[in-house]
Each structure stands twice: as C-alpha cells, then as structure tokens.
C-alpha cells in the first residue's frame, strides 16, 4: 500500500486549515470585515441597482400601473437585507445570461433574482456566523484581556486540590483495609546486618551453631514441634556425663 497517497491528501488538508486559521486569528476582527462586506444596502439604493435590467429585459405580464407596483413592491422584500454588490453581480449575471437554468427573454422574477443574490452571499454569511461564533466563545474565555491570576484564585486552587488528595487517599485506605493487609514487606530479602564481631570464629563457636537439618527429596515437608534447644557440644556433654 501507498502510504505517501493516503498521508500527503491529510497533510494538504491539515495545510490548507492552517492558512485558514491563519486568515482568523482574531475572529472579532473576521466578524467586523464580513459585516461590512455583507453590509445591506438600502431600498433606494437596491431598487436603483436593477433598474437597468428593466431596459434590456422587461418585466412580464404588467398590463397597468397597479401591476406595476405590486412586482415593484414583490422586487423591494426580495432585495432587502442583500448588500448591493451582490444585488449588481447577480444583475449583471441575468443580463448577460450566466445564470444557469434561466433561460426567458424576460427579467427573472422577484424570487428567482433573490434565489441567486442569496447564492452569492451564503458562503460570506456562513464565514460570518463562524466570527460571530468565536468572537463570543473569545469572548466569553476573556483570551482577549487576561489578567494575573490573583492570590485568592490560587489559594482557592491550591485547597482544592489539597482536598482531591484527601479524598484520593481514604480511597486507598479503603482499598486496602478491604483487601487485608500489605504483606509485600515479608517478600522483600532484606540484608543482615553488620557484623559486629571483633574477632573470626573459633571451632568452639562453630559447635554452638546448630545443625542444618538433612536434605529432604524436594517437596515441602511438614516442620514438626520442636523441643528444647541443644546444641551439638550439649549433647556430646550429655552423653559423656553418663
């Protein structure tokens, strides 16, 4: 397998949203900008913008001024809240004949001209909603001003987690009263302590040691009760006191 096909498509897409990022480091500026751009422009100005379109294809089926005035009136709702650049490209587009689908010799009606003004601006208009929702989210953060954080914010932090420790231990108190006691220490080989003889060993202290008991085959045996302590040199003693 390719791994360059599938890693370098994930690297451009991971560029592409860098440069992104890059255009909206401060997404209150970003929503500042597209607010402008998709300024709206007024009834006079919109009305006054399409105007010319009326010269080169005329409006269908108006056959007295009241018709007249109720698509005029149909055209104002259309165009309200588009900016007017928009209104001028879309203008141009039925003009010229760019519009896909529209084919009529006639000016396209109100909802058709605000179907393609409102294609125009959606990609501004979603970018915008976009600002507005990380400015509020900056906003909200105080990433814009942020101040020191004061001695009783630190106190505040510093017993809380005194108390989460707290809490962490009983937890593992608990945990192990539960589970009987920590036997790990009998485990552990600890080393004997220094000797503190000032002399080597005699035979005489040699005989006091007692002896190693016998080798078994392997197996765990059973350790009997044991009497009294007697050394080899007692014994010895006690058999030739007889």
Do not use: C
């Not at 991971?14 to 709206?40: C, H, N, W, Y």
């Not at 900016?83 to 396209?108: C, H, M, N, Q």
């Not at 017993?159 to 790990?184: H, Y």
């Amino acid at each position: 397998m390719n791994t360059h096909a599938v890693v370098r498509p994930i690297e451009s897409r991971s560029v592409m949203e860098l440069i992104t990022m890059g255009t909206q480091m401060d997404p209150a500026a970003e929503f500042k900008r597209l607010s402008r751009i998709l300024d709206p422009a007024t009834d006079e100005d919109a009305a006054a913008a399409i105007s010319f379109m009326f010269k080169i294809l005329p409006i269908a089926n108006v056959e007295d001024d009241e018709s007249l005035s109720v698509v005029r009136e149909g055209y104002r709702l259309a165009l309200r809240g588009y900016p007017k650049w928009a209104i001028l490209e879309a203008r141009d587009a039925f003009i010229a004949g760019r519009v896909e689908g529209y084919t009529s010799s006639f000016a396209p009606n109100p909802a058709d001209l605000g179907r393609e003004i409102g294609r125009r601006v959606a990609d501004y208009q979603n970018r915008l909603a976009r600002a507005r929702k990380q400015a509020g989210e900056q906003k909200a953060l105080g990433t814009d001003n942020r101040e020191p954080t004061s001695e009783a914010v630190r106190a505040e932090v510093a017993e809380r987690i005194q108390k989460m420790k707290a809490v962490a231990e009983d937890e593992r108190s608990s945990l192990r009263a539960f589970n009987g006691p920590d036997l790990s220490a009998y485990y552990v080989q600890r080393a004997d302590p220094p000797s503190k003889l000032s002399r080597p060993l005699t035979p005489e202290d040699v005989a006091g040691i007692p002896d190693a008991p016998p080798r078994g085959t392997g197996s765990m045996q059973p350790v009997g009760s044991a009497g009294p302590f007697r050394s080899s040199r007692m014994i010895k003693e006690e058999e030739a006191s007889r």
